[in-house]
């Protein structure tokens, strides 16, 4: 067999640094270097940095086909987003999601594993040829086959509490029905009667969740629920929704608004003022948010904070322990939310304070 031509004055490419090589280059036998280099045997601290400080001058890398045939997985983990189904990449445009995302990924790297992005509404065939260890998916909507197609394939799926249950599959969550109670009881307790509430039209579980916890919260004081559903994602559709909900200024117009479609924290102040409401003198304003502009507004947008990095890390740890050591029990961990206070749900001054 010829060698492939190469352009005069090409340079040929350089040798793969060995193992062998990084352990004449330290005096030390290619046993300790082995261990040194996967964090094995009884070595002092000094030593195993000598030999990664050696090993990142020369350039050594490991041969991954030799790892994944001693560990018998590839190391690599898939993840989609099944929300943005129609639209895929669109979730990066959104603040939790691309936190979730880049989370997942700098955590799976950190214990060794590396992360494939996969577009919203994969089919089988795109994903059935690659070496997947198992996949994460987020926020799967309601009957999405890529869940059953995994579990089909044998392939560990690891999502929302939807999977709940089913032989393989594992989860991290939020109780996104406590979380907006929580937010609900917090407006209520600045004077809010008649809150409203926009909603994504997307069927994922935290949606439903979050939709029960404000109806039932409703029901419980007798009041009507005033819901408006965000039919795509993005500032547009969200903002439109918004304004049908709001109304005009008047007797019977909402005087809390509770956001669990994403939306620019300023853009909705804007909306606000547009249809004649004053934040917080007439409304009240909660955001489901990680946008950081939400601390910059006038005033600051309270928010609720759904932990994406938390919610990363648990997955990623309880993905390894799955895949590493074979822990099935518990098959899911839920992650506490933080409701940010600031100024757009605040009307009363606290407790003890001069009004």
């Not at 995302?101 to 089988?124: C, E, F, H, K, N």
């Not at 594992?170 to 109780?175: G, K, S």
């Not at 990623?316 to 206070?341: F, K, N």
Request: charged residues 25%; aromatic residues 4%.
């Amino acid at each position: 067999m010829t060698e492939p031509s190469r352009r005069p004055g090409q340079a040929p490419p350089p040798a793969r640094v060995r193992l062998v090589d990084v352990a004449r280059e330290t005096g030390l036998s290619k046993t300790t270097v082995s261990a040194a280099l996967n964090g094995t045997g009884r070595l002092s601290d000094a030593v195993r940095e000598r030999v990664r400080e050696a090993a990142r001058a020369m350039g050594y890398r490991p041969n991954a086909t030799a790892r994944q045939l001693r560990a018998g997985r590839a190391r690599l983990i898939g993840y989609v987003v099944g929300e943005y189904a129609q639209e895929p990449w669109a979730f990066l445009e959104s603040p939790y999601v691309a936190r979730l995302t880049g989370s997942t990924a700098a955590t799976a790297l950190d214990r060794g594993y590396a992360m494939v992005l996969l577009p919203s509404g994969t089919l089988q065939n795109e994903w059935a040829d690659l070496p997947l260890d198992g996949v994460v998916v987020a926020d799967p909507l309601s009957g999405d086959r890529i869940v059953d197609d995994l579990l089909a394939a044998g392939i560990p799926v690891f999502s929302d509490r939807s999977v709940a249950g089913r032989e393989g599959a594992y989860w991290v969550d939020v109780d996104a029905r406590a979380a907006l109670l929580e937010v609900l009881d917090h407006l209520g307790g600045q004077g809010a009667r008649r809150p409203a509430l926009v909603v994504p039209a997307t069927d994922t579980r935290f949606n439903r969740d979050a939709f029960a916890g404000y109806g039932a919260w409703c029901a419980e004081r007798g009041v009507p629920e005033r819901v408006a559903r965000a039919e795509e994602a993005g500032n547009g559709p969200v903002i439109a929704a918004v304004e049908a909900v709001l109304g005009r200024p008047g007797a019977d117009a909402p005087d809390a608004l509770v956001l669990v479609a994403e939306v620019s924290p300023p853009l909705l102040l804007e909306a606000v003022r547009r249809a004649g409401f004053d934040v917080p003198a007439d409304l009240l304003v909660v955001c489901v948010s990680e946008d950081v502009t939400a601390l910059h507004t006038d005033p600051p947008m309270t928010t609720l904070s759904l932990n994406p990095r938390a919610v990363a890390e648990a997955g990623v740890e309880h993905m390894v322990a799955v895949l590493e050591h074979g822990h099935l029990d518990p098959a899911g961990t839920l992650v506490p939310t933080r409701l940010e206070v600031r100024g757009s749900s605040v009307r009363r001054p606290p407790a003890g304070e001069a009004g």
